[in-house]
C-alpha cells in the first residue's frame, strides 16, 4: 500500500490494521446474535425468565424507531425505572446475568423498562433512512441522549401513567443522560432518581488514549482507500463512526462537550471555533456514580473529576467498587452480588419516601 511521497510505515499501519480487525471481529458478533432466531435476544430472555412484558415500539423527533420492553412485577408496582445500555448493547445485556438487575427491580416491585438505543441491535430502524445509509449512521451519544432518551421516558411515563421514573445507565447509556438532563433540562423533573454506572464523560485517563491519538493521525496519513476501510469496519461492527470519534474527542480535548466538526464547521453549527461544552450545571438531580476500582476505559479519576461538575446542593454520590473493570457491570456475578442490590435499594427507597 503506498502513497504520493512514499510507502506507509509498518508502526502507522499497523494500528489501523489492528482497528480494523477488532471491529470487523465484533461485528461478526452482533451478526450472529440477530440471525440466531426470529425473536430478540431480549424476547428469548423475556421466555426464559417467564416475565409479563409489553413491547412497544417508540418513534423519536427525528425518525428513528426504537424497540422498549416494559416488564411487570407480579405485585402493584411501586414505581417505574428505565434502564439504558452501553455502547455496542441492547437491552438483552441487563438479563444474561443470574440474579440480574431487572429481576432484582421486579422481585422489588418495581416496574422495569429496558431502553434500546438507535445503535441498538434490537432498534427498528428510521423512518426514511435505510440502515446502510450515511443518513442513519450520522449520530453520536449527543442524538441518543437528545432524541433517543427523552422518547423513552416519554412512552414510560404515558404508558405507566406516572409523572416521574427512575433512571439508570452505563457507560454510553450515561454519557447520553448527562447530555440530556444539561441539553434539555425540564426532563430533570422527570427523574425521580439517577444511577450512573462506569459513566463516561471525562476521559482524559482512558486507556484508549494512545488509539485515539492514533486514529487522530490516521486521518492525515493515511490513503482514502484505507479510511474507508476503517469506516466499513465501524459499520460491520454496529458502530456510528461519529459515537467513536466523539468519544475519541473527549479523550484529547479532556472536556465533556459535544461533537467538533472543526472550526469552519463549529462556527457554522454553533457559532464558536470550539465546540461549546455541555453545561452539567444545569442538572438538578442528585446523581450516585458507581464506578470500578479497576476501570482503565473510564478511570476513577475522571469519574472523580465528573462528580465536580454538578451543582453542589445536588449531593452527588460517588461509589466504588475495587475489583470491578469497566465491562464487569454487566458481565460478572459482583455487579449482582455488590452493585445491584445498592442501586435498588436506593430506588426502592425513594419510591417509598414519596408515596408516603
Known sequence: MTRSGGTLSRTVLLPLLVLATIAIVAGRAVRKTEDNSDRSRTEDYITQYEINTERYRVTTEDGYQLIVYRLLPQVPAKGAVLIQHGIRQSSSDWLTLDKNLP???????????????????????????????SQYWDFSFHEIGFYDLPAMIDAALQMSQRKQLHLIAYSEGASATLVLLSERPEYNAKIMSLNLMAPAAFMTNSQFKLVALLFNKIRFIFPMTAQQLLLKSNQLSKNSQKQLEHYQQLILSGRFRRFDHGPRGNMQKYGSREPPNYHLQMITQSPTLHYGGRDSTVH?????????????????????????????????????????????????????QRRR
Do not use: C
Not at 446542593?313 to 475489583?323: A, P
Not at 456475578?333 to 436506593?346: F, G, L, Q
Open 103 to 133: 429481576m432484582q427491580l421486579l422481585e422489588a416491585g418495581m416496574e422495569v423498562w429496558l431502553g434500546n438505543s438507535r445503535a441498538s441491535s434490537e432498534s427498528a430502524g428510521h423512518l426514511t433512512y435505510s440502515n446502510d445509509s
Open 300 to 352: 476513577p479519576r475522571d469519574v472523580e473529576h465528573l462528580s465536580t461538575h454538578f451543582p453542589k446542593e445536588s449531593n452527588v454520590q460517588l461509589i466504588e467498587y475495587d475489583l470491578l473493570d469497566h465491562g464487569d457491570f454487566t458481565s460478572r456475578p459482583e455487579a449482582a452480588s455488590n452493585v445491584y442490590p445498592m442501586i435498588v435499594e436506593d430506588i426502592v427507597g425513594k419510591s417509598n
